[in-house]
């Protein structure tokens, strides 16, 4: 009977130690993660971050583009428009400048 208390005793020992050596671990593990996951969490806000700059000077670029394209178009409705006026310029002054018997 002492024997089996002994073993019993012993058994809940070890039982107790294996316990507490899991739950260190667990605690370890779990200590672990939370690091990694801070650091994850500050990279994941870095990355965003260079990500809403990026989109930020993205738009700009394209506003920037979007301006100048509109100038050039309006300085080529521009051209087209000053050269159709230089084009009637020259068909009157052609116009003017025939002879008579060019018109007959």
């Not at 667990?26 to 990026?54: F, M, P, S």
């Not at 301006?67 to 009637?88: C, F, N, Y």
Request: hydrophobic share 35%; no cysteine.
């Amino acid at each position: 009977d002492a024997l089996g208390q002994h073993n019993f005793y012993v058994k809940s020992e070890l039982r107790a130690k294996a316990r507490a050596e899991a739950d260190e671990q667990i605690e370890a593990i779990r200590v672990e993660a939370e690091e990694q996951i801070g650091k994850l969490h500050a990279e994941a806000r870095t990355v965003w971050e260079e990500v809403r700059e990026g989109k930020a000077e993205f738009d700009r670029t394209m506003g920037e583009l979007q301006e100048r394209k509109e100038r050039l178009r309006a300085e080529v409705a521009r051209k087209e428009a000053e050269l159709g006026a230089l084009q009637e310029e020259k068909r009157k002054a052609r116009d003017v400048h025939q002879s008579p018997e060019e018109h007959e």
